[in-house]
Protein backbone atom coordinates (compact mmCIF):
# COMPACT_ATOMS: atom_id res chain seq x y z
CA UNK A 1 0.00 0.00 0.00
CA UNK A 2 1.60 3.57 -1.15
CA UNK A 3 0.88 6.40 1.14
CA UNK A 4 1.77 9.02 -1.60
CA UNK A 5 -0.43 7.85 -4.32
CA UNK A 6 0.01 8.85 -7.99
CA UNK A 7 -3.08 10.65 -8.04
CA UNK A 8 -5.62 11.80 -5.56
CA UNK A 9 -9.00 12.60 -6.84
CA UNK A 10 -10.99 12.54 -3.90
CA UNK A 11 -8.67 15.06 -2.25
CA UNK A 12 -9.63 17.28 -5.39
CA UNK A 13 -12.85 16.87 -4.88
CA UNK A 14 -13.25 17.52 -0.83
CA UNK A 15 -11.22 20.87 -2.22
CA UNK A 16 -14.45 21.79 -4.05
CA UNK A 17 -17.14 19.95 -2.50
CA UNK A 18 -19.56 22.48 -1.79
CA UNK A 19 -19.92 24.08 -5.22
CA UNK A 20 -19.79 20.28 -7.27
CA UNK A 21 -22.31 18.83 -4.57
CA UNK A 22 -24.49 21.76 -5.52
CA UNK A 23 -23.89 21.42 -9.14
CA UNK A 24 -24.64 17.83 -8.94
CA UNK A 25 -28.11 18.27 -7.23
CA UNK A 26 -29.36 21.21 -9.73
CA UNK A 27 -28.96 18.44 -12.57
CA UNK A 28 -30.91 16.00 -10.53
CA UNK A 29 -33.39 18.25 -9.68
CA UNK A 30 -34.36 19.62 -13.28
CA UNK A 31 -34.96 16.36 -14.54
CA UNK A 32 -33.00 17.32 -17.27
CA UNK A 33 -29.97 14.71 -18.10
CA UNK A 34 -28.96 14.62 -21.85
CA UNK A 35 -28.28 17.78 -23.82
CA UNK A 36 -29.66 20.67 -21.38
CA UNK A 37 -28.60 23.43 -20.47
CA UNK A 38 -25.27 22.66 -18.77
CA UNK A 39 -23.83 20.92 -22.15
CA UNK A 40 -24.50 24.34 -23.67
CA UNK A 41 -22.97 26.67 -21.22
CA UNK A 42 -20.03 24.74 -21.21
CA UNK A 43 -19.32 23.97 -24.42
CA UNK A 44 -19.68 27.80 -24.88
CA UNK A 45 -16.80 28.30 -21.81
CA UNK A 46 -14.12 25.69 -22.87
CA UNK A 47 -14.36 26.77 -26.75
CA UNK A 48 -13.79 30.43 -25.54
CA UNK A 49 -11.01 29.08 -22.47
CA UNK A 50 -9.37 26.94 -25.44
CA UNK A 51 -9.69 30.04 -28.20
CA UNK A 52 -11.64 27.86 -30.33
CA UNK A 53 -15.02 28.80 -31.87
CA UNK A 54 -17.06 25.93 -31.05
CA UNK A 55 -17.13 23.42 -28.81
CA UNK A 56 -18.76 19.56 -29.83
CA UNK A 57 -19.21 18.06 -26.01
CA UNK A 58 -18.84 13.97 -26.74
CA UNK A 59 -18.80 11.13 -24.59
CA UNK A 60 -15.50 10.65 -24.33
CA UNK A 61 -11.61 12.06 -25.75
CA UNK A 62 -11.88 8.62 -27.59
CA UNK A 63 -14.85 9.71 -29.26
CA UNK A 64 -13.80 12.97 -30.16
CA UNK A 65 -10.87 11.57 -32.17
CA UNK A 66 -13.40 9.42 -33.99
CA UNK A 67 -15.97 11.78 -34.54
CA UNK A 68 -13.09 14.22 -35.89
CA UNK A 69 -11.90 11.46 -37.93
CA UNK A 70 -15.44 10.27 -39.34
CA UNK A 71 -16.13 14.50 -39.85
CA UNK A 72 -13.00 15.41 -42.03
CA UNK A 73 -14.08 12.35 -43.99
CA UNK A 74 -11.20 10.05 -43.46
CA UNK A 75 -11.97 6.60 -44.98
CA UNK A 76 -11.47 3.54 -47.53
CA UNK A 77 -7.49 2.92 -45.74
CA UNK A 78 -6.67 6.87 -46.49
CA UNK A 79 -3.55 7.18 -44.31
CA UNK A 80 -3.38 9.04 -41.37
CA UNK A 81 -0.21 10.33 -39.61
CA UNK A 82 0.56 9.80 -35.88
CA UNK A 83 2.93 8.36 -32.89
CA UNK A 84 3.78 5.15 -32.09
CA UNK A 85 4.41 6.48 -28.25
CA UNK A 86 1.00 7.78 -27.21
CA UNK A 87 -2.28 6.34 -25.48
CA UNK A 88 -4.04 3.48 -27.83
CA UNK A 89 -7.13 5.90 -28.97
CA UNK A 90 -4.78 8.56 -30.73
CA UNK A 91 -4.59 5.41 -33.45
CA UNK A 92 -7.45 2.71 -33.28
CA UNK A 93 -9.80 5.44 -34.07
CA UNK A 94 -7.95 6.19 -37.35
CA UNK A 95 -8.50 1.93 -38.02
CA UNK A 96 -12.23 2.31 -36.93
CA UNK A 97 -12.75 5.04 -39.44
CA UNK A 98 -11.48 3.15 -41.75
CA UNK A 99 -8.34 4.66 -41.83
CA UNK A 100 -4.47 3.60 -41.90
CA UNK A 101 -2.17 4.68 -38.98
CA UNK A 102 1.14 5.23 -40.43
CA UNK A 103 3.89 5.90 -37.51
CA UNK A 104 6.56 8.18 -37.31
CA UNK A 105 9.29 7.94 -34.26
CA UNK A 106 9.17 10.68 -31.25
CA UNK A 107 11.43 12.96 -30.51
CA UNK A 108 13.56 11.85 -27.36
CA UNK A 109 13.43 15.58 -25.56
CA UNK A 110 9.80 16.16 -26.12
CA UNK A 111 8.27 13.23 -26.18
CA UNK A 112 5.86 14.35 -29.33
CA UNK A 113 6.32 13.16 -33.16
CA UNK A 114 9.91 13.79 -35.05
CA UNK A 115 8.14 16.54 -36.96
CA UNK A 116 11.30 16.41 -39.04
CA UNK A 117 10.20 13.25 -40.48
CA UNK A 118 6.43 13.89 -41.14
CA UNK A 119 7.36 14.71 -44.85
CA UNK A 120 8.91 11.40 -45.94
CA UNK A 121 5.83 9.54 -44.79
CA UNK A 122 3.46 11.12 -47.00
CA UNK A 123 2.48 9.39 -49.69
CA UNK A 124 -0.93 10.13 -52.57
CA UNK A 125 -3.14 8.43 -49.41
CA UNK A 126 -2.14 10.45 -46.81
CA UNK A 127 -4.93 12.68 -45.48
CA UNK A 128 -4.14 13.90 -42.20
CA UNK A 129 -2.35 14.20 -39.15
CA UNK A 130 -3.05 13.49 -35.78
CA UNK A 131 -0.58 14.87 -33.29
CA UNK A 132 -0.72 14.15 -29.83
CA UNK A 133 0.36 17.05 -27.48
CA UNK A 134 2.03 14.34 -24.72
CA UNK A 135 2.14 14.42 -21.14
CA UNK A 136 0.72 18.47 -21.83
CA UNK A 137 3.78 19.50 -24.04
CA UNK A 138 2.72 21.19 -26.78
CA UNK A 139 4.04 20.59 -30.42
CA UNK A 140 5.54 23.07 -32.57
CA UNK A 141 2.01 23.70 -34.18
CA UNK A 142 3.67 26.58 -36.23
CA UNK A 143 5.68 23.70 -38.20
CA UNK A 144 3.17 21.54 -38.20
CA UNK A 145 0.38 23.83 -39.85
CA UNK A 146 3.43 24.09 -42.59
CA UNK A 147 3.83 21.21 -43.90
CA UNK A 148 -0.11 20.71 -43.62
CA UNK A 149 -0.60 23.48 -45.73
CA UNK A 150 1.77 22.38 -47.88
CA UNK A 151 1.22 18.80 -48.77
CA UNK A 152 -3.03 19.65 -48.19
CA UNK A 153 -3.40 17.67 -44.94
CA UNK A 154 -6.10 17.91 -42.25
CA UNK A 155 -4.53 18.39 -38.97
CA UNK A 156 -6.60 16.56 -35.73
CA UNK A 157 -4.66 17.68 -32.76
CA UNK A 158 -4.97 15.12 -29.87
CA UNK A 159 -5.03 17.31 -27.04
CA UNK A 160 -6.46 14.92 -24.15
CA UNK A 161 -3.65 15.48 -22.38
CA UNK A 162 -3.06 19.05 -22.81
CA UNK A 163 -5.98 21.56 -21.87
CA UNK A 164 -4.76 24.97 -21.60
CA UNK A 165 -0.91 24.06 -22.81
CA UNK A 166 0.22 26.60 -24.85
CA UNK A 167 2.91 27.62 -27.20
CA UNK A 168 3.57 31.49 -28.26
CA UNK A 169 1.20 32.27 -26.32
CA UNK A 170 -1.78 30.29 -28.18
CA UNK A 171 -3.32 27.41 -26.39
CA UNK A 172 -3.05 23.78 -27.77
CA UNK A 173 -6.37 22.65 -29.80
CA UNK A 174 -6.57 25.95 -31.10
CA UNK A 175 -4.67 24.56 -34.25
CA UNK A 176 -5.79 22.01 -36.25
CA UNK A 177 -9.18 21.50 -38.19
CA UNK A 178 -10.51 19.98 -35.21
CA UNK A 179 -9.26 18.81 -31.68
CA UNK A 180 -9.89 15.99 -29.38
CA UNK A 181 -10.23 16.66 -25.59
CA UNK A 182 -10.48 14.28 -22.87
CA UNK A 183 -12.33 14.75 -19.42
CA UNK A 184 -11.41 11.11 -18.08
CA UNK A 185 -11.01 11.63 -14.06
CA UNK A 186 -7.25 12.06 -14.19
CA UNK A 187 -6.68 14.07 -17.16
CA UNK A 188 -5.81 18.11 -16.00
CA UNK A 189 -9.28 18.85 -16.51
CA UNK A 190 -11.48 15.74 -14.93
CA UNK A 191 -15.08 14.75 -14.76
CA UNK A 192 -16.43 12.14 -12.58
CA UNK A 193 -16.62 9.71 -15.51
CA UNK A 194 -16.04 9.99 -19.07
CA UNK A 195 -16.52 12.57 -21.15
CA UNK A 196 -14.51 15.12 -24.24
CA UNK A 197 -15.11 17.49 -26.46
CA UNK A 198 -14.46 18.82 -30.13
CA UNK A 199 -12.99 22.03 -30.70
CA UNK A 200 -13.24 23.30 -34.24
CA UNK A 201 -13.39 27.17 -35.75
CA UNK A 202 -15.16 25.50 -39.34
CA UNK A 203 -19.06 25.69 -39.14
CA UNK A 204 -19.48 22.91 -41.07
CA UNK A 205 -17.19 20.20 -39.29
CA UNK A 206 -19.24 20.85 -36.30
CA UNK A 207 -22.14 20.62 -37.90
CA UNK A 208 -20.94 17.23 -38.90
CA UNK A 209 -19.67 16.08 -35.45
CA UNK A 210 -23.39 17.26 -34.06
CA UNK A 211 -25.05 15.35 -36.61
CA UNK A 212 -22.53 12.30 -35.81
CA UNK A 213 -23.29 12.59 -32.02
CA UNK A 214 -26.54 11.92 -32.13
CA UNK A 215 -27.22 9.36 -34.34
CA UNK A 216 -27.08 11.53 -37.71
CA UNK A 217 -30.51 13.11 -36.83
CA UNK A 218 -30.29 16.66 -36.61
CA UNK A 219 -34.45 16.49 -36.35
CA UNK A 220 -35.66 13.85 -33.72
CA UNK A 221 -36.22 10.37 -35.54
CA UNK A 222 -35.12 11.35 -39.09
CA UNK A 223 -31.27 10.11 -39.96
CA UNK A 224 -29.48 11.83 -42.40
CA UNK A 225 -26.82 9.75 -41.83
CA UNK A 226 -25.06 6.86 -39.59
CA UNK A 227 -24.07 8.41 -36.53
CA UNK A 228 -23.12 7.33 -33.14
CA UNK A 229 -24.74 8.16 -29.64
CA UNK A 230 -22.09 9.71 -28.35
CA UNK A 231 -22.48 12.83 -26.50
CA UNK A 232 -21.30 14.96 -22.93
CA UNK A 233 -24.31 14.45 -20.08
CA UNK A 234 -25.68 17.40 -18.37
CA UNK A 235 -23.93 15.79 -14.85
CA UNK A 236 -20.33 16.01 -16.00
CA UNK A 237 -21.12 19.19 -17.74
CA UNK A 238 -22.45 20.66 -14.40
CA UNK A 239 -19.05 19.63 -12.64
CA UNK A 240 -17.01 20.98 -15.93
CA UNK A 241 -18.37 23.92 -15.63
CA UNK A 242 -17.24 24.28 -11.55
CA UNK A 243 -14.01 22.50 -12.67
CA UNK A 244 -12.98 24.54 -15.16
CA UNK A 245 -12.86 27.66 -12.98
CA UNK A 246 -10.19 26.17 -11.67
CA UNK A 247 -8.40 25.08 -14.14
CA UNK A 248 -5.83 27.82 -14.69
CA UNK A 249 -4.49 27.57 -11.28
CA UNK A 250 -4.12 23.85 -10.80
CA UNK A 251 -1.99 23.54 -13.89
CA UNK A 252 0.16 26.58 -12.43
CA UNK A 253 -0.05 24.15 -9.33
CA UNK A 254 1.58 21.69 -11.47
CA UNK A 255 3.78 23.54 -13.23
CA UNK A 256 5.41 24.35 -9.13
CA UNK A 257 5.41 20.89 -8.43
CA UNK A 258 7.19 20.30 -12.18
CA UNK A 259 9.72 22.78 -11.31
CA UNK A 260 10.49 21.57 -7.60
CA UNK A 261 11.44 18.20 -9.15
CA UNK A 262 13.81 20.02 -11.98
CA UNK A 263 15.22 22.23 -9.11
CA UNK A 264 16.09 19.62 -6.65
CA UNK A 265 16.60 16.52 -9.22
CA UNK A 266 18.74 18.55 -11.69
CA UNK A 267 22.20 17.10 -10.51
CA UNK A 268 20.79 13.21 -10.66
CA UNK A 269 21.74 11.14 -13.04
CA UNK A 270 18.42 11.15 -14.39
CA UNK A 271 16.86 13.18 -17.52
CA UNK A 272 14.01 15.38 -16.75
CA UNK A 273 11.60 16.92 -18.73
CA UNK A 274 12.63 20.25 -20.98
CA UNK A 275 10.30 23.22 -21.64
CA UNK A 276 11.60 25.04 -25.06
CA UNK A 277 11.21 28.66 -26.33
CA UNK A 278 7.81 29.65 -26.14
CA UNK A 279 6.42 26.39 -24.04
CA UNK A 280 3.86 26.32 -21.53
CA UNK A 281 4.21 22.62 -20.30
CA UNK A 282 1.08 21.82 -18.52
CA UNK A 283 2.64 18.63 -16.98
CA UNK A 284 -0.31 16.16 -16.94
CA UNK A 285 2.46 13.84 -16.38
CA UNK A 286 5.95 14.77 -14.92
CA UNK A 287 7.86 11.90 -17.25
CA UNK A 288 11.79 11.77 -16.31
CA UNK A 289 14.23 8.78 -18.15
CA UNK A 290 16.13 6.42 -16.21
CA UNK A 291 18.93 5.86 -18.59
CA UNK A 292 19.16 1.96 -17.11
CA UNK A 293 17.73 0.21 -14.14
CA UNK A 294 14.03 2.13 -14.25
CA UNK A 295 12.00 -0.73 -13.58
CA UNK A 296 14.78 -1.34 -10.21
CA UNK A 297 14.09 2.49 -9.72
CA UNK A 298 9.80 2.10 -9.84
CA UNK A 299 10.19 -1.31 -7.00
CA UNK A 300 12.49 0.67 -5.10
CA UNK A 301 10.12 3.90 -4.81
CA UNK A 302 7.14 1.51 -4.60
CA UNK A 303 8.44 -0.42 -1.68
CA UNK A 304 9.18 3.29 0.18
CA UNK A 305 5.37 3.79 -0.56
CA UNK A 306 5.44 5.54 -3.73
CA UNK A 307 3.46 5.23 -6.42
CA UNK A 308 4.85 5.90 -10.07
CA UNK A 309 3.60 5.01 -13.48
CA UNK A 310 5.00 4.07 -17.01
CA UNK A 311 3.37 5.75 -19.83
CA UNK A 312 3.85 3.76 -22.20
CA UNK A 313 5.40 0.62 -21.50
CA UNK A 314 4.83 -0.34 -25.31
CA UNK A 315 4.72 1.20 -28.58
CA UNK A 316 1.83 0.96 -30.42
CA UNK A 317 3.38 -0.23 -33.40
CA UNK A 318 4.12 -3.27 -31.88
CA UNK A 319 1.12 -3.70 -30.11
CA UNK A 320 -1.01 -7.03 -31.06
CA UNK A 321 -3.68 -4.96 -31.96
CA UNK A 322 -1.59 -3.43 -35.10
CA UNK A 323 0.31 -6.67 -35.76
CA UNK A 324 -1.80 -6.69 -39.47
CA UNK A 325 0.22 -3.10 -39.88
CA UNK A 326 3.57 -5.28 -40.44
CA UNK A 327 6.09 -3.10 -38.43
CA UNK A 328 8.48 -4.68 -36.57
CA UNK A 329 10.73 -4.14 -33.46
CA UNK A 330 13.71 -1.55 -34.54
CA UNK A 331 11.58 0.46 -36.83
CA UNK A 332 10.86 3.33 -34.00
CA UNK A 333 13.97 3.51 -32.18
CA UNK A 334 13.42 6.22 -30.11
CA UNK A 335 9.65 5.42 -29.05
CA UNK A 336 11.09 1.84 -28.14
CA UNK A 337 13.90 3.31 -26.15
CA UNK A 338 11.59 5.37 -24.69
CA UNK A 339 9.14 2.53 -23.34
CA UNK A 340 12.23 1.00 -21.31
CA UNK A 341 13.20 4.22 -19.67
CA UNK A 342 10.42 6.49 -18.81
CA UNK A 343 8.85 6.77 -15.21
CA UNK A 344 6.28 9.00 -14.50
CA UNK A 345 6.39 10.99 -11.14
CA UNK A 346 3.36 12.03 -9.38
CA UNK A 347 2.92 15.70 -10.27
CA UNK A 348 -0.88 16.97 -9.13
CA UNK A 349 -1.75 20.49 -7.29
CA UNK A 350 -3.02 18.31 -4.04
CA UNK A 351 1.02 16.81 -3.66
CA UNK A 352 2.07 17.94 -0.65
CA UNK A 353 5.33 19.81 -0.78
CA UNK A 354 6.16 17.71 2.21
CA UNK A 355 5.47 14.37 0.25
CA UNK A 356 7.21 15.61 -2.94
CA UNK A 357 10.35 16.05 -1.00
CA UNK A 358 10.28 12.49 0.45
CA UNK A 359 10.19 11.53 -3.19
CA UNK A 360 12.86 13.51 -4.20
CA UNK A 361 15.10 12.27 -1.25
CA UNK A 362 13.96 8.59 -2.40
CA UNK A 363 15.34 9.15 -5.70
CA UNK A 364 18.37 10.75 -4.73
CA UNK A 365 18.81 7.99 -1.84
CA UNK A 366 18.49 4.91 -4.60
CA UNK A 367 20.51 6.50 -7.37
CA UNK A 368 23.34 7.10 -5.30
CA UNK A 369 23.69 3.95 -3.90
CA UNK A 370 22.92 2.03 -7.39
CA UNK A 371 23.46 4.23 -10.14
CA UNK A 372 27.00 4.12 -12.15
CA UNK A 373 25.66 4.83 -15.59
CA UNK A 374 28.32 6.75 -17.82
CA UNK A 375 26.64 9.98 -18.71
C1 LIG B 1 -6.93 9.89 -22.39
C2 LIG B 1 -6.45 9.93 -23.79
C3 LIG B 1 -7.31 9.71 -24.89
C4 LIG B 1 -8.70 9.18 -24.74
O1 LIG B 1 -9.54 9.87 -23.91
P1 LIG B 1 -10.75 9.11 -23.18
O2 LIG B 1 -11.56 10.24 -22.65
O3 LIG B 1 -10.17 8.24 -22.14
O4 LIG B 1 -11.49 8.33 -24.21
C5 LIG B 1 -6.82 9.89 -26.16
N1 LIG B 1 -5.54 10.25 -26.37
C6 LIG B 1 -4.69 10.45 -25.36
C7 LIG B 1 -3.29 10.87 -25.68
C8 LIG B 1 -5.10 10.28 -24.04
O5 LIG B 1 -4.23 10.46 -23.05
Keep these: MSTIQFINLYKQYLSIA ?10 L ?15 KQIASYCGSKYAVGVASGTDALLLSLLALGIKDGDEVITTPFTFIASANTIVRAGGKPVFIDVDEETFNINIS ?3 SKITSKTKAIVLVHLFGYPMDMFKVIDIAQKHNLYIIEDAAQAIGAKINQRSVGSFGDTAAISFFPSK ?10 VLTDNDGIRDQIDLLRHHGAKNKYYHEIIGVNSRLDEIQAAILRVKLKYLDAWNNSRRERAKLYTSTLKNSKLI ?12 HQFTIRVLSGRDELKSFLFNQGIDTKIYYPHPLHLQPAFQYLGYRSGDFPVAE ?9 PCYPELSILDQEKICQAIITYLDKNYSHPQ
Excluded: W
Excluded at 18 to 27: H, K, L, Q, S, T
Design 18 to 27: DEIDIAIRNV
Design 29 to 43: RSGNFIMGKNVGEFE
Design 117 to 119: EIE
Design 188 to 197: NLGAYGDGGI
Design 272 to 283: LPIEKTGVFHTY
Design 337 to 345: KLCTQVLSL
